[in-house]
C-alpha cells in the first residue's frame, strides 16, 4: 500500500517593488525560472526505475512510447506516450501511525496520446490525489516517487508569474531559459510568436500579467500562458489540475479548447475536474469518476458512461441541452451531476471498499 508522503511542488513566490528592489526582483525571478521552470519536468530514465513499478495486483503503473532512446528528445518534437494505471492505492497515516486513511483504493485507468482525459469526482474524492501520483510527485504503493520516461508539464491550480511582465517577455524568458543556446535570437522569436498564436494569446501579447493588485490578463489568459509557458520543453504528458477553478463559463471553455486542441496535437492531456458544465463536458474523450478514493467509473466520456449506469438502473435526466448530465444534485428536480449520481449510487448499494476494478464489480443489490 501507498504511503502519501506529501506534495512536492512549485513553490509559490511574488515579487514587487520599485527601482531596485525591482531589478534585484527581476533578477531574483530569472533565477527562480531556472530553477523551477526549465526543462525541470522533462525526466529521463534512470536504470533502476527501467523496471515498471510493480504492486500486489501486478503492474499497477506503465508507460508506452516516450523516449526509449534515453537522453533528451528534440525540442518540438512530441513522443507519443500512453499511461496506464491498475490497482494505485494511496493511503494516509495519523501522527502516532495508528490509524491509516486511503485517499485512493485499487484505482485503474489509462491515458492516451491525442486523447483528453478528465479525471471528475466531487469534492475530497481523490482527484488531485490522483493526478499527483500520475505525475509521480506523490509515493506509489509505499515506493519513492518515479523517474519518468518522457517529458511532462504540470500546470497548477495557481498560476506563477512575474507580474510587471508582459505576456511576449514572460515567454521570451521562458524561452530564453528553456530552449538550446544553439538556437539564435530569431529563431526564440518566431517560437514565441508561434505560441503565442497557438495558445490565442496574440491580442494580450503587450499586456502585463499583472496581479491582485494591478489589472492585468484574464484568468483564462494566465491559464493558457501557463500552458504556452510549459509547451516550451514540447512534454509529452499534460497534466492540469482542476484548470478551470475561478474562470467564467467563456473562459472555461476556452482553456479547454486549448487542452482538447493539445490532445489533438499528440499530447497526452489529463485534468482533474470538479463540475463541468455540459459544453466543458463534451470536449472530453475519456473520463476516469472517482468517489471517496474509489474508481466507479474509466472509459469513454460523452454518452457512454450514462449507458454503463443506465444497465443498473440509473437513468440522469437532461435539463438544458448543454449540461445534460452535469448538474448539481437538486433533490426536488431529481436530477445529478456526475459526481452526486455516483455517490448516491454508491451510499444506496455499496461502499467504496467494495469497488476494487470498477465496472467489473458494479452489481445492483
Ligand atoms: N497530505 C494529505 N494528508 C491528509 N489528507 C489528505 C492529504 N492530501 C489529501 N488529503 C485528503 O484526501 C482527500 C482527497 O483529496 P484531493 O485533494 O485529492 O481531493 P479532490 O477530489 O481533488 O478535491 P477538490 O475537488 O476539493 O480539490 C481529501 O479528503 C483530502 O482532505
Redesign the pocket.
Known amino acids: 500500500m501507498a504511503k ?1 508522503s ?2 512536492v511542488g512549485h513553490q509559490i513566490l511574488r515579487f514587487g517593488g520599485n527601482g531596485a528592489g525591482q531589478i534585484l526582483a527581476a533578477a531574483a525571478v530569472v533565477l527562480l525560472f531556472c530553477l523551477f521552470s526549465g526543462p525541470g519536468s522533462a525526466l529521463f530514465p534512470e536504470d533502476e526505475e527501467e523496471e515498471l513499478l510493480s504492486g500486489g495486483n501486478g503492474k499497477d503503473f506503465e508507460t508506452d512510447g516516450g523516449n526509449e532512446g534515453g537522453g533528451a528528445p528534440a525540442v518540438g518534437k512530441v513522443y507519443p506516450v500512453t499511461i496506464r494505471w491498475a490497482g494505485i492505492c494511496c493511503s ?1 497515516s495519523d501522527k502516532s501511525n495508528k490509524s491509516v ?1 486511503f ?1 485512493l483504493e485499487h484505482v485503474s485507468g489509462e491515458a492516451k496520446p491525442g486523447r483528453l482525459l478528465a479525471i471528475m ?10 493526478l499527483n501520483v500520475l505525475a509521480g510527485l506523490l509515493e506509489i504503493n509505499g515506493r519513492p516517487k518515479s523517474s519518468k520516461f518522457y517529458r511532462f508539464a504540470y500546470i497548477r491550480q495557481e498560476d506563477i508569474f512575474f507580474s510587471q511582465l508582459t505576456v511576449r517577455e514572460t515567454l521570451s524568458l521562458a524561452a530564453e531559459l528553456q530552449l538550446p543556446n544553439t538556437s539564435s535570437p530569431e529563431v526564440r522569436v518566431e517560437y514565441v510568436n508561434n505560441l503565442l498564436s497557438r495558445l490565442g494569446l496574440v491580442g494580450c501579447a503587450d499586456t502585463n500579467v499583472g496581479d491582485a493588485k494591478v489589472r492585468g490578463i484574464s484568468g483564462g489568459e494566465k491559464k493558457r500562458l501557463s500552458l504556452a509557458c510549459e509547451l516550451i520543453a514540447s512534454p509529452s504528458v499534460i497534466f492540469a489540475d ?1 484548470p478551470t477553478t475561478g474562470l467564467d463559463a467563456f473562459q472555461a471553455e476556452k482553456v479547454m479548447e486549448t487542452l482538447r486542441q493539445l490532445a489533438q496535437d499528440g499530447h497526452t492531456v489529463i485534468c ?1 475536474i ?1 463540475q463541468p458544465r455540459g459544453s466543458v463536458y463534451y470536449k472530453f474523450d475519456d473520463i476516469v469518476l ?1 468517489t471517496e ?1 474509489a474508481l466507479v467509473y474509466a472509459g469513454p466520456a460523452r454518452d457512454e458512461p450514462l449507458e454503463h449506469f443506465s444497465k443498473f438502473g440509473f437513468v440522469a435526466k437532461p435539463r438544458f441541452p448543454f449540461s445534460r448530465l452535469l448538474l448539481n444534485y437538486d433533490s426536488q428536480l431529481n436530477e445529478f451531476s456526475f459526481g452526486h449520481y455516483i455517490i448516491h449510487l454508491l451510499n444506496d448499494n455499496h461502499s467504496p471498499h467494495d469497488c476494487p476494478l470498477g465496472e467489473a464489480s458494479w452489481q445492483m443489490a
Do not use: D, F
Not at 469526482?121 to 490522483?130: F, I, V
Open positions: 502519501l506529501g506534495k494516509v486513511r485517499l469526482g466531487a469534492s475530497g474524492s481523490g482527484k488531485t490525489t490522483l482542476e482533474s470538479h472517482l478514493g
